[in-house]
């Protein structure tokens, strides 16, 4: 299930720059950064 997020222009922007050379789509990189930092969190 997809959900519509604000995020501002310049992670949009970081976003998809990193997408294109991770081959993944902005949502998936979004996505994928999202998920690094849910790992970061719970193993300080």
Known sequence: MSKAIKISDEIANEA??????????????????ASIGKIAEENP
């Open 16 to 33: 998809r720059i990193s997408a294109k050379v991770t081959r993944r789509s902005m949502a998936g990189q979004i996505e994928y950064w």
